[in-house]
């Protein structure tokens, strides 16, 4: 459930939950818990103040990891 949340599965595997979701009650309730306790953090963090130096380290990092890990070929 974790993966599907987080939008981490492939296409086919989030098919198949999704599908999954229609005809089982207790597995759409699981869902809609998790999904909402994701969406009210995302809000919630939304409107803390960052400081803008550390916005800036964290972006610097971000970017610093991008280029450091090797592409899929």
Known sequence: M???VDREL???EEALVRTHLETCA???AEYGFED???SA???KLRRVAVPADL???I???LADARSATP???
């Open 71 to 73: 592409l899929d070929t």
């Open 10 to 12: 492939a296409a086919n």
């Open 41 to 43: 953090l995302k809000a």
């Open 26 to 28: 207790a597995c759409a």
């Open 2 to 4: 974790d993966e599907y």
């Open 36 to 38: 909402g306790v994701l």
């Open 55 to 57: 916005r800036e380290r």
């Open 59 to 61: 972006a610097k990092q």
